[in-house]
């Protein structure tokens, strides 16, 4: 079956702008989860939805970031005024059981 | 000390032979460990979970956990170039969320 896609694939961007990154998941799968992966470093947790709500969102690094999942299905990232430490591999993954997560390609986003 | 540990490498081992890489981890109330295969440019791919201490065998791979040690690691037997990749331990807890190690390089010689 299909599994978690991601859209764009790349995002190159200016400093300052507004970018909104898209997550589907796994069809069935409730829970999602948005993780952002720096170069040489392993995926950090940013948000975990289960169906529409925000279960846990401590990742979040600060008030510029914000997801939604309004239908419970696809989830959307949200970046405001974004700054160059933002720049990284952002990654979401989807779940029918807590532990065994299923990561889509990631979004690429550089800002310059 | 970060929550999961693992060394950067790189860890080269010549094809067939048997690469292990190993994590260690701080929280002791973790309960789920995962290996993750992540190639260059590429997502992370779930190769393994480990519930329970000792051996789980799948395939050429197989992971063990020590929980009273605080470790987990995973053995690759006969190894292949295509198993060249960056490989990423991650645990689970009551967080709701995976926490990943850095991840260990691995390059298989031909």
């Known amino acids: 079956g299909a599994g978690v896609s991601q859209t764009p694939s790349n995002k190159v961007t200016e400093k300052g702008k507004y970018v909104e990154l898209r997550c589907d998941p796994i069809?069935?799968?409730?829970?999602l989860y948005w993780y952002r992966q720096s170069l040489g470093q392993g995926p950090e947790f940013l948000i975990y939805?289960?169906?529409?709500?925000?279960?846990?969102d401590s990742g979040l690094p600060n008030d510029r970031f914000f997801a939604v999942r309004p239908e419970g299905s696809v989830s959307t990232l949200k970046i405001q005024r974004t700054e160059r430490g933002d720049s990284a591999v952002y990654l979401c993954?989807?779940?029918?059981?807590?532990?065994?997560?299923?990561f889509g390609p990631g979004t690429r986003l550089t800002v310059l | 000390q970060k929550e999961v540990e693992q060394n950067s490498g790189p860890l080269s081992v010549p094809e067939g032979a048997i690469a292990s890489l190993n994590c260690t981890y701080s929280?002791?109330?973790?309960?789920?460990f995962f290996w993750y295969r992540q190639y260059s440019g590429k997502s992370p791919e779930l190769i393994m979970s480990?519930?329970?201490?000792g051996d789980k065998e799948d395939g050429r791979f197989t992971a063990q956990l020590n929980k009273a040690s605080q470790y987990v690691s995973l053995l690759i037997r006969d190894s292949q170039p295509s198993d060249s990749a960056t490989y990423l331990c991650?645990?689970?807890?009551?967080?709701?969320?995976?926490?990943f190690g850095g991840g260990t390089r691995l390059m298989v010689k031909p």
């Open positions: 069809s069935g799968h409730t829970a």
């Open positions: 939805f289960q169906g529409t709500g925000a279960a846990d």
């Open positions: 480990i519930y329970s201490n």
């Open positions: 991650a645990l689970y807890n009551a967080g709701n969320m995976l926490t």
């Open positions: 929280d002791r109330g973790s309960q789920s």
């Open positions: 993954a989807s779940s029918n059981r807590a532990d065994t997560q299923y």
